[in-house]
């Protein structure tokens, strides 16, 4: 028999943060785990009527607010909140992003900025801020990045967007390692979905994605919300992995 006790499995996450809940795939993360019982923080810039819906609909159990994700000090202060609303926060999900619809000669340097601060850098230090919180309070937890089948195959007109997603699938398997098992941190690459993100393509970029995906659609965002549920609530031993939900558009 070994004289080490055996690592504890990082327990379900039952109070989680979800970066641009307000709409499109956020919104349907933060409604699945509200209908599974969880207790969950949500912010974006606006808050929609949506997403004052849910908060009405669930007064004790979601915690929703403005804030821009680049603000550190105003996630600081919503994190804050939202802790002392719901308890210690065991779970983030990393979803706010802005899109790109601009070949790279033609994108500006305020504009490549804008993305990588938004998309990477801004999750890069929630994510700093979240895991301080929760390891110097002795506790464990889960982290889900959204990225993108972009960071894994090309994609004309979003090269910067691109660079941010594949920053972070390295930066999952990096912190994964760094934790050492204490918590879980995962990457979901959804393939091209309907949302206000996508409307930039055009019919014809939507028909080729189509026509070179097996399953024969768009991937929607209920085919990805169960993946970042089971990510975040089922006991598995998936550690530093990209899952890729985009039904064979890329393989
Ligand atoms: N749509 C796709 O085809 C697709 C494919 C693969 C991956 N993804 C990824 O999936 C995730 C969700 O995308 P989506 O299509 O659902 O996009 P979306 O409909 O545009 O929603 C993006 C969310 O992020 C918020 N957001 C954007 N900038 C923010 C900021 N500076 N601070 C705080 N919140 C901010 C938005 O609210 P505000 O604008 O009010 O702040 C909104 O709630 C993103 O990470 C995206 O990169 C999307």
Redesign the pocket.
Same mark, same amino acid.
């Given at each position: 028999m070994s004289e080490h006790a055996e690592p504890q499995p990082v327990p379900p996450s039952s109070v989680v943060l979800v970066?641009?809940?307000? $709409?499109?795939?956020?919104? %349907?993360i933060v409604a699945d785990l509200l209908d599974r019982g969880v207790r969950v923080a949500a912010? %974006? $810039?606006? !808050? #929609?009527p949506e997403l004052d819906k849910l908060a009405a609909e669930h007064p004790d159990r979601l915690h929703a607010g403005? !804030? &821009? !994700? #680049? &603000?550190l000090a105003a996630a600081q202060a919503f994190v804050r909140d939202a802790e002392v609303r719901l308890g210690p926060i065991d779970g983030l999900v990393?979803? %706010?992003?802005?899109?790109q619809d601009s070949l790279h000669v033609h994108t500006a340097t305020g504009d490549i900025a804008r993305i990588i601060e #938004?998309?990477l850098t801004?999750p890069l230090q929630l994510t700093r801020l979240l895991v301080r919180r929760m390891l110097g309070q002795g506790r464990r937890g889960r982290i889900v990045n959204?990225?993108?089948?972009?960071a894994q195959r090309g994609f004309p007109g979003l090269v910067a967007?691109s660079a941010t997603?594949g920053g972070m699938d390295a930066a999952t398997r990096s912190l994964a390692r760094e934790l050492g098992g204490r918590m879980l941190v995962n990457a979901v %690459?959804?393939?091209?979905?309907?949302?206000?993100?996508?409307a930039v393509?055009g019919r014809t970029q939507l028909d080729q994605i189509v026509r070179r995906t097996p399953s024969g659609h768009? #991937?929607e965002?209920a085919e !990805?919300v169960p993946v970042v549920r089971m990510l975040l609530r089922e006991q598995t031993n998936i550690n530093g992995q990209v899952i890729v939900v985009d039904g064979a558009a890329s393989v």
């Open positions: 970066s641009g809940g307000s $709409r499109g795939l956020g919104l %349907a912010f %974006a $810039r606006t !808050v #929609t403005p !804030v &821009d !994700v #680049t &603000d990393n979803n %706010a992003a802005i899109g #938004t998309n801004a959204i990225t993108s089948i972009c967007y997603k %690459a959804p393939g091209f979905f309907a949302s206000e993100m996508s393509l768009l #991937t965002p !990805v």
